[in-house]
Nanobody, 121 residues
Framework: QVLLVESGGGSVQAGESLRLSCVAS????????MSWFRQAPGKEREGVAN???????RYADSAKGRFTISKDSAKNTLYLQLNNLSPEDSAIYYC???????????????WGQGTQVTVSS
């Protein structure tokens, strides 16, 4: 059974930072394209950042220059560093693993349960 467990969310002020983590069950990170998505209330889930097997990264325009995706295969952990947060970044953030690397399409083989990020002005 594949498990993805996110953590690191919380409530912060605008301009502050958070670091999200996603611990994956064994081997998932080394065999799949890994991504972060987010979903704000009343909105569709959207892709935020993606890291391929060769460590190539891609970002949504809203994330470029502020967010950084990375992975530590030895720790089976995916990260998302969120800097200079704004209220518009408030959402549930989901980790996803996808054999077919379909990001930014809202499709993946496996999803975590999400972690809430709330940014106040």
């Amino acid at each position: 059974q594949v498990l993805l467990v996110e953590s690191g969310g919380g409530s912060v002020q605008a301009g502050e930072s958070l670091r999200l983590s996603c611990v994956a069950s064994g081997g998932i990170i080394t065999r799949n394209c890994m991504s972060w998505f987010r979903q704000a209330p009343g909105k569709e889930r959207e892709g935020v950042a993606n890291i391929r097997l060769d460590a190539t990264t891609r970002y949504a325009d809203s994330a470029k220059g502020r967010f950084t995706i990375s992975k530590d295969s030895a720790k089976n952990t995916l990260y998302l560093q969120l800097n200079n947060l704004s209220p518009e970044d408030s959402a549930i953030y989901y980790c996803a693993a996808d054999r077919f690397c379909r990001w930014p399409r809202n499709e993946a083989n496996y999803w975590g349960q999400g972690t809430q990020v709330t940014v106040s002005s």
